[in-house]
């Protein structure tokens, strides 16, 4: 089993900034990737950003330039960093990670989610 706790979620005003962290914990032999997503009200949950246990990056056109994607592989960890926030950011954001637990197992882990809240 794994677990993935996210945290930093925090009201801010439109062009402010905000990091947010995940942690994964549990039975992990290795992580290939761990990426966010986020889910306004109503609306389908939407990808932001990824990045590999190699250090690739992508992200959502409606982010590239705002925010940035890193990760700590020692600690099982990954990092949004976000910038120049605007009200459309405003969402549940998720942490997601592929991790293989054994040698034949493969899992795709969720966290549950942190809220973010851009307004004036």
Known sequence: QVELVES???WVQPGGSLRLSCAASGTILSINNMAWYRQAPGKQRDFVA?????GITNYADMVKGRFTISSD????????E????????????YCTAGVRTTA???ITSWGQGTQ????S
Not at 50 to 54: C, D, G, N, P
Not at 73 to 79: E, F, G, R, S
Not at 116 to 119: I, L
């Open 116 to 119: 973010v809240t851009v307004s």
């Open 50 to 54: 990824v990045i590999t246990s190699s």
């Open 8 to 10: 930093g979620g925090d």
């Open 82 to 93: 976000m910038t120049s926030l605007k009200p459309e950011d405003t969402a549940v954001y």
């Open 104 to 106: 034949t197992r493969y």
């Open 73 to 80: 592989n020692a600690k099982n960890t990954v990092y949004l």
